[in-house]
């Protein structure tokens, strides 16, 4: 019986190990490259140097597709997390059609991004040439277009901390004199600002990540993943990118470890 349970562990450490492996090994190539000049990773290391952290720096198309990126980025988690955080209020408190709105709230997650894509596409065509309304693919419509795809992804986040709540909270503050929108901000905003923080994260995440929506929405509005791409298709992939991969992993685990901080302090507190 020992045996049999010994043998369980090594198999599941095994499949852990390989797991992890190839997830983090393409990652920790990017970063070890990033210290070498070589222009193709097949060939030799060379000398480690940070001068591709120099040239990054140096490019100015690099650096403004990376600036559009945050800029997307940053902006529409913001406007996401406080929709999203609304919108979970709005259908935890709701008494009909609760599972109707809940479910058509979650369609962009399940849907295929391409769909999406063009969804956003046709509506600003719709928009421009039936509206008559003058306006340009770039940077205002992608980060109207963020924020609406990353928005559900927030619900998802506070949702289940909105079912750990005295459901009573919000009635409560009102019956002592709070308008709703004080109830909102003084009230049920602190008890969901760690579920609020995770939604910020996960939503900037997919934003600078998403290449199908910003590729067709973008007009000549570049950001990391269609400058990368475009180049891919005329000359490779430039050295840089891997300087630039391993801020954005660095920045990205920095952020990750303290939103973990921060929830863990919130948990503690209330306990």
């Known amino acids: 019986m ?24 393409p990652i920790a190539l990017i970063i070890l490259y990033s210290f070498s000049e070589v222009r193709d990773l097949g060939g030799e290391y060379g000398s480690f140097s940070f001068g591709l952290y120099a040239k990054l720096f140096q490019n100015k198309e690099l650096m403004t ?4 990126t945050l800029a997307i980025g940053l902006i529409s988690a913001f406007l996401a997390t406080i929709l999203g955080s609304v919108s979970a209020i709005g259908i935890h408190y709701m008494t009909k059609m609760r599972k109707i709105v809940d479910t058509a709230s979650q ?3 399940v849907n295929a991004e391409i769909v999406t894509a063009m969804g956003f596409y046709l509506l600003f065509i719709f928009l ?7 306006f340009d693919l770039g940077l205002g419509w992608l980060i109207i277009a963020h924020t609406v795809i990353t928005t559900p ?10 079912k750990q709540l005295n459901p009573n909270l919000l009635e409560a503050s009102m019956d002592l004199g709070a308008t709703p929108f004080r109830s909102l901000i003084t009230v049920m905003f602190p008890q969901l600002l760690g579920s609020m923080i995770s939604g ?3 939503a900037f995440t997919l934003s600078l990540d998403d290449f199908v929506v910003t590729s067709i ?4 509005t570049y950001t990391i993943s269609t400058f990368v791409y475009n180049h891919i298709r005329r000359s490779g992939v430039l050295p840089e990118v891997r300087a630039l991969s391993t801020i954005i992993f660095l920045f990205v685990l920095i952020a990750m470890i303290i939103v973990n901080v921060i929830k863990n302090k919130n948990l503690k507190k209330e306990k």
Do not use: E, Q
């Open 2 to 25: 020992k045996d049999k349970k010994i043998l369980s562990l090594i198999i599941r450490w095994l499949i852990l190990i390989v797991v992890l492996v190839a997830i983090y090994l």
């Open 217 to 220: 929405n973008g007009g000549k």
């Open 107 to 109: 369609i962009t997650v």
């Open 200 to 202: 910020f994260a996960l």
């Open 153 to 162: 992804y927030v619900i998802l986040s506070v949702s289940p901390r909105l």
């Open 65 to 68: 597709a990376t600036m559009n």
């Open 128 to 134: 421009r040439d039936v509206l008559k309304i003058s």
